[in-house]
Structures are given as C-alpha cells and as structure tokens.
C-alpha cells in the first residue's frame, strides 16, 4: 500500500532561505511570491517522488513521474522571475522563462535579446549568466537534461499520446521527447536484446525521475548561492 503523508515535505535549501532573509522586506510582491513559489513546487515534487518510489502499477508510475516534471520545470521557471526581479533585467512578466527563447537569429538577434532573459543575465551579470549557460543547456534532449526535461514537460502537458515504454525489463523514457511517432530498432548483438528507436539510453522512469530532482535541486541551490554572495559582496 502507498503510504502519502498528510503535509507536503519542505526540502531542506540552505541557500533559498539565506536569500529570503535578503529580500524578506523587499516591496517586489513578484520576487517575494516567486522565492516562495521555488520551495513549494520542489516540495511538490518531492511529494510525488515519494510517491513514485513506493509504486508499481504502470499508470501511478506514469502519473507520479509526470507530476514531478511538471512541478521541477515550474520551480526552475519561477527562479526565472526572481532573476528578473532581482537584477531587474526588464524582462515583461508574461514574456518571462528560464530558458533561451529559441528564435534567435543573426538578424534580428539584437532586438530578441531584449526579451530573452538569460542574454539580459549575460549582459548584466557574467558569473551567473556561466552558471546557467553551463548547467541549463538547450542543445540536444537528448543529451542535455534541462532541455529533455523542457520537452517531456512540453509532451506531458501538449501532446496526447504515450511518452514511456514498458517491456519486461522496465519502464523507460524516450531519448526524446519531442520525436512524436515510433522509431525502428535494432538488435543489441553483445547485451543480446532488441533496442527499441528512441529508447537507446535505457532511461528508467523511477530513476530517471530521481536524477531529475536531484540536479534541479542543486542548481537552484547553486543559483541561491551565486545571488547571496553577490548581495552580500555589494552591499
């Protein structure tokens, strides 16, 4: 039996409660709502996580691992809006996201980066504008957690059809996410097995769920860190 606890866990972040102590006076209702929105969607996730580990029916697993990237993604684009407010990048709070807008071009590069928080972040604050380049990369899904983790947000909460796959060896997520129809495979001659397309990197869900929540919870740590000791060395 799934045992679930009556109040949600708060996740222990050092770092998260320095900076409240920071801006715990601030008159910015959106940075102060946003600093609380961080703990409380990665309290979310945990909550789930727990859940997750305790289950074994196919659909709880699915549930459960969807509901901790879902909650993961919303932590790390409410951190968005307190480095929008932080270091008052300008950035419109509908227009507000964590990641790079993906519409760059050469031509008009300059005018997008008005509206792209994280190239206002490079341009006022080097150090962690690095940080976020280096730990929240947009290349492949494949091999970047954080854009496979944009993307198997983006399939759970758009795209209606199975994301997982279920054989008699586990429960594996897609490589990517964003591939919407079946792939061929091929068979493995040394692990004597048939490898399904786009299920080449054996993601187990339960694991994979858990790696997820553990990086997201470091670098939004990390990120706290950076912050506090920029305040702190300014002011």
Same mark, same amino acid.
């Given at each position: 039996?799934? =045992? ?108 997008? =980066? ?14 962690? /504008? ?8 947009? /290349? ?26 279920? =054989? ?40 994979? =769920? ?26």
């Amino acid at each position: 039996m799934i =045992t679930i606890k009556d109040e949600v866990p708060k996740p222990d972040l050092p770092n998260w409660e320095k900076f409240g102590k920071l801006i715990e006076k601030s008159p910015n209702d959106i940075l102060r709502v946003a600093h609380t929105t961080v703990r409380s969607r990665l309290g979310f996730a945990g909550m789930h996580l727990s859940i997750l580990r305790q289950a074994e029916n196919i659909s709880m697993i699915r549930a459960m691992s969807e509901d901790v990237m879902i909650n993961l993604m919303s932590s790390l684009e409410a951190m968005g809006h307190i480095l929008n407010a932080f270091y008052a990048l300008g950035i419109d709070y509908y227009s507000v996201t964590i990641y790079h807008k993906s519409y760059h071009n050469e031509k008009k590069h300059k005018e997008q =980066t008005k509206s792209c928080l994280r190239c206002r972040l490079n341009e006022v604050n080097s150090p962690l /504008g690095d940080f976020l380049d280096k730990f929240l990369k947009t /290349g492949s899904p494949v091999e970047d957690w954080f854009n496979g983790l944009i993307e198997y947000r983006n399939q759970i909460l758009h795209r209606q059809h199975l994301i997982a796959y279920s =054989t008699s060896n586990g429960y594996f997520l897609p490589d990517d996410p964003s591939i919407l129809g079946p792939q061929g495979g091929y068979f493995d001659r040394e692990r004597k097995r048939f490898v399904t397309g786009n299920f080449t990197k054996r993601r187990r869900i339960k694991e994979y =769920t858990e790696f997820l929540y553990e990086i997201v919870m470091e670098v939004i740590e990390d990120i706290f860190a950076i912050m506090v000791e920029e305040y702190l060395q300014t002011n």
